[in-house]
């Protein structure tokens, strides 16, 4: 039973499916999927629709190579920023964020930047928090402990690209707000939205009726990531349509209208590329020119993304627990191992492997569209494992077993026969080798009358060219009546007509019959044209006896694995052996007219629907059988044909 259940291709899918799951798992649980997982996740991002509009609540004044050029130095001087925020205040911003480190005064002007600094609470100047080995940079000590000053640390990926924002860190005392989010809670304050805790959880944080979960170390494709903070995953919706940018030479000149900066956010920083304040993106491995943004306009993007949050309940992009994770990666899995229960044809699995791909990528595409980032290696590679797993293990074994039938069948059965088992194959076998069925057939035996003295008198090898010859000769003939040949037993021959497929109405079990009579005088009329060849070659003449019986057997394959015989047993062999030896001398036979005896029984005759010239013999007792049978001889065809 157990031998069997594991043979069974079902189970074999499954088991393969979960070995598949475990392993896929594994790899991912380990972070070996990992840098594969971010690059999907980037591809994504870059195939995502472009939104029809910048968001135009936020404006950039970046400092150019031209503006550092114009000023004649880097850094800008205290009394050069004090002016550019003096006009900016003027000109009633929701805020303004400096995203500029002035820890160490910049003279000439220190006074009259700290007296913009103080006397102007909408102005956020960054900090760099730091951590490990990564020294901290304070923002203006007049500013220090005050709402005024954010972070402005960036978290990057391995390999270089910012994924996640930051929203507040603490170094085990205080906590700190992130640079982005200060000013976007200044903006937010003036629509009535403050930072509130969720309902249910409140150790996250909920703008308006969005609250942002933070992120996990195993969330999406990241393994054990460095998620110390409050950190969440970046959209990128405004990465394309650039924010409206001014240069600080056209501010300090008086070139911006007022109303471009009323009401709204702007932040102030630099855009040269002298100064190094630049990041890659998910964007970055894309056909653009340039690979990677300012520091500035990566901030807007983390300030443009919580504004929406705030105001539109627009939601960070949200992942699976490790749990569905892991159904969804079984689920693929299995997809994968039942699919190659079905698929044969390298071209078929060519097609299935990148079907179920593609289906896999929109359905996967199709969940990032809605807010959902669900994992795409580890399903895709489970599904890939899984179906090229069973198609192997499913083509092994149809090769196995068609290697098994065509050693039971494909010598002793026409090749329509032969075709027909193997594609009934599901039908046919059984543990591996053909199950047993009881059948409605008829059975043929044949022998030749007088062997014995005859291969006395010959060499042995010119009486196994002998035999061949005739043996070839009914063998054939049986074939192509659509008969199974069972067993040679020297110059003995058994056929079956009815194997190895089941008949099912009495039409089919009467052509079996029919085909069976036809073949025997298909076989009396090879064996007269044999009889005149061997008259001319000097070689003995012989006749043959027939004996032939419909009715219930048994058929099924006998042996050991190394050596199977498929056959039939039962009654009906038995009456049809005994119908072909039952007194050899009843009938004379002319050898050049009528060199075959064909007896069969009556309930073979009852299937040949008067086709056939018959001399009923009478009720005899056949030897080991204690019920009489009628028996009836074959003369011919009603029609004379075949």
Known sequence: MKTALFRSPLVASLLVS????????????????????????????????????????????????????????????????????????????????????????????????????????????????????????????????????????????????????????????????????????????????????????????????????????????????????????????????????????????????????????????????????????????????????????????????????????????????????????????????????????????????????????LVVYWAFLHGWWIPLVPPAIAWLLSATILTAYMSNQEKGQRALLMQLFAKHVSPEIAEAVWQQREQFLRGGRPRSQELMVTVLFSDLKGFTSVSEKMTPQALMDWLNIYAEAMAQLVIEHGGVIDDYAGDGLMANFGVPLARTTEAEIGQDAKNAVNCALAMERELNRLNILWQEQNLPTMAMRVGIFTGPAVAGSLGSAQRLKYTIVGDTVNIASRLESFDKDLVEQNLTQNPCRILIGEATLQYLDEQFKTQRIGEVSLKGKEQKITVYRVVGREDFSS
């Open 18 to 361: 979960v070995l598949v799951f475990l392993g896929v798992f594994t790899l991912r649980s380990l972070g070996s999927l990992e840098a594969v997982e971010l690059a999907a996740y980037d591809w994504y991002l870059r195939l995502r629709p472009d939104p029809s509009l910048p968001d135009s609540r936020i404006v950039l004044i970046t400092i150019t190579e031209t503006d550092i050029r114009n000023q004649g130095r880097w850094p800008l001087t205290d009394a050069t920023l004090a002016r550019a925020l003096e006009i900016l205040s003027q000109y009633q911003p929701r805020a303004i964020g400096l995203d500029l480190h002035r820890d160490v005064p910049v003279p000439p002007g220190r006074e009259a930047l700290e007296a913009i600094l103080t006397s102007t609470p909408n102005i956020i100047v960054a900090e760099k928090f730091g951590h490990g080995t990564e020294l901290g940079i304070p923002p203006p000590s007049v500013l220090e402990n005050t709402d005024q000053v954010g972070f402005n640390d960036i978290v990057v990926d391995p390999g270089g690209i910012v994924r996640r924002g930051l929203l507040f860190l603490d170094d085990g005392v205080n906590v700190s707000y992130a640079f982005a989010l200060r000013l976007a809670l200044l903006y937010l304050q003036v629509e009535g939205i403050t930072p509130q805790p969720d309902v249910s959880n409140p150790q996250y944080i909920r703008l308006g009726h969005m609250t942002i979960r933070p992120l996990a170390a195993n969330d999406g494709g990241y393994v054990g990531a460095d998620t110390r903070g409050y950190q969440f995953l970046l959209d990128f919706r405004e990465i394309r349509g650039s924010f409206p940018s001014f240069s600080l030479t056209a501010l300090l000149s008086g070139e911006i209208a007022p109303e471009v900066i009323k009401d709204k956010i702007v932040l102030v920083g630099v855009a040269a590329e002298s100064v190094k304040d630049f990041f890659y993106t998910p964007y970055s491995r894309g056909l653009y020119v340039k690979q990677q943004i300012p520091g500035i306009a990566l901030h807007a993007q983390i300030v443009s993304q919580l504004l929406r949050s705030g105001l539109e309940g627009s939601a960070p992009v949200a992942t699976l627990s490790e749990w569905y994770e892991g159904g969804w990666v079984l689920l693929w899995s299995m997809l994968g191992g039942i699919s190659g229960l079905w698929v044969r044809s390298p071209w078929r699995f060519l097609l299935l492997a990148a079907s179920g791909l593609l289906i896999l990528s």
